[in-house]
């Protein structure tokens, strides 16, 4: 009777030092932000979505994507199936993100706006990320064979990366030839220095929430991956 | 020739081919044993070049398999599955692997070779409304059409009846006589030490015996093989 | 056996557009052979066509403007159904095996696959796009042979995309559903370009206006067809 496998290098209880830290700064950012930034004139408080939405939709496009789909060169080129992981892990962080864009946008535009969804041109785009990111997470799921995952997920990958420039260039062309009511724009330029101070904190506590949970999801697959290989070693 | 140097393929961190060397010379025929999941399915789609070695190196009358299309242009394999389009006709898939392969006039190398395996009465059959015995030869057809100097067979004999083993016995033979190296995957050891001008026991991904076939008693040989066999449960 | 020895041939394997061409023949022969498929998609384009114009009130919208959104939509999804049986014919019986036998680049099974597509999907239009000059009452004109023209530039961006991600659909457990999700946002661009420009040109209005969109279905075709190309082989089992 062989004994119970047990996985290697498992820290019981182990919670992520910057995962924590992650937290607490936006935790932070969200006070100062409600408390004591002040209220912008022309939008009032809903402008305050802004600080999560424009985060959220600049590090799941520039960050996540675009580490997604450097991994998935590099993994065809290398095969190194930590690579393949860490695709895995930013998309699905950056699938999360990209959803918290597709919520908050709605939500601030009905305010703002009057209208839940204007098919304005950045919230389209981010869309239509979405639907690339879903269909590469059912992709993934619907390959059994770990290597043949990969090198699937790999590819798709690098197209969707490739896709990206051509719908901002659709839907940016879409828009400027047809006339949508006008908008209130985030007057990114002239903000009060307080907002700035408020706008780059949220982008920095995103930032540092979108690496701590993917350290955490990348640790999830590699212990996956590691007890899958235990299991079939036995079988 | 046929030179395999040490050749190794991993699945998911098992070794399906584990350090498997042999030599074939024109005119030899290395039947090869052994139980299932041994590797040996795995071994000739390596050397058909369907899988790239994890390790290790083998060449082909002097092509190695790096070299991936001159290497595979000297290679036939016949395996488990027909490798035909049902809604073809004998002809039409015979026909098809002889043009991808160059053949020069390949309707004729086609009949040629359809006749070879006594099908050819049956050349404008779509493929699928044949029996599995019939789709077999048409399927050795298919892989001798083009002349290889290494013909891989995966347990050619199942599903053939005695004319159609007999004609892929006397295909081999003839292939033999012709220069081409043959390796033989089966089960049936009789039919394979007959054919045989070495024998092998594959298991686990190894080479666990490998002899020349003169040096063997067929009888005592079974039995051995069936205990080596049984080992592994 | 007295020419035993003299019989081994001298083989000239073909080049890897030869290669490709002789995939394509054998796919359209498979296809043409049965007709099964060709025209289950040809009579869901024409049904659907025919569908779309009575979801709109035809007094609100005029069927001219109706006509290119119908038209490139079902388009791909008439093509959709093409391509999803651009493999299945070579894992039936692993006569895949057989082309990746064969001393060709992979590459050439890609584009062989690829340009059977394309006649295929072309096939479809050619049945679909008079079916909408009919029931939308198009003006006939230069615009129809715009509209042909642009009608191959998105099929050909189509075909690249989907014959690839047949490629892998067809080793994956949702197959049928799993092409669509895959293939559909790529599809964007080459819609949107398609019916933009097709609307323009066939509403009389100057090329220029409709070359913006233009350029987006060329350089989309471009990229695409190099880039699955170039990704074919890493979708092969090696």
Redesign the interface.
Known sequence: MTPPVVAPSVQRSARDPLLVVAIVGVVLVYVRALMFTPIEAMQGPAQKILYIHASAAFIALYVGFVLMAIASILY?WLKDEKLDRVAESAAEVGLAFTTVVLVTGPLWGKTIWGAWWTWDARLTSTL?LW??I??YH??RG???????RA??S???G???A??VP??H??VY??RT?HPMPILLKPSAPSMPSEMQVTFFSAFFAFLLLFIALLRTRYRVATLRDQLA?LE??RA | MVQAERLVRTF???RAVDDVSFTLHAGDCLALFGPNGAGKTTLLRLLAGLLAPGGGRALVHGVALEAGPAARAQVGLVSHASMLYGTLTARENVEFAARMHGVPDAAAAALRALAAMRVEDRADTPVRTLSRGLQQRVSIARAIVHGPRLLLCDEPYTGLDEAGAAALTATLVERREAGAALLVVTHNLAEGLEIATQAAIMRRGRFVRHEARELLDASAYQSQYRELAAVDG | MADARVSLPVNVPPSTLGAAWLVARKDLAIEFRTRTAFLSAVVFALLGVTIFYFAWDSTAVSAVDLAPGVLWVIFTFAGLLGLQRSFGSELADRAIDGLLGAPVARESIYVGKALANLVFVVGILVVTLPAVVLFYNLPIGAGILALAGIALLAAIGLVA?GT?FSA?AV????AEL?LP??S???F??IV??AA?SSARLMAGRPVAEAW??LR?LI??DI??VT??TL?FP??L?E
Do not use: H, K
């Open positions: 065809l239509f639907f690339i879903v269909a059912l992709l619907a390959v059994d064979e770990r290597g043949r090198r699937y790999a590819v798709l690098i197209l969707a490739l896709l051509f719908i260039l659709s062309l879409f030839l290989d079939q070693e | 998911s961190g098992r | 995309v690839l892998m080793n994956t457990r949702m799993l999700m895959l559909l946002p790529f964007v661009p949107m370009g933009q913006p969109w987006i350089a989309f990229v695409f880039a699955c990704a890493f979708t089992d």
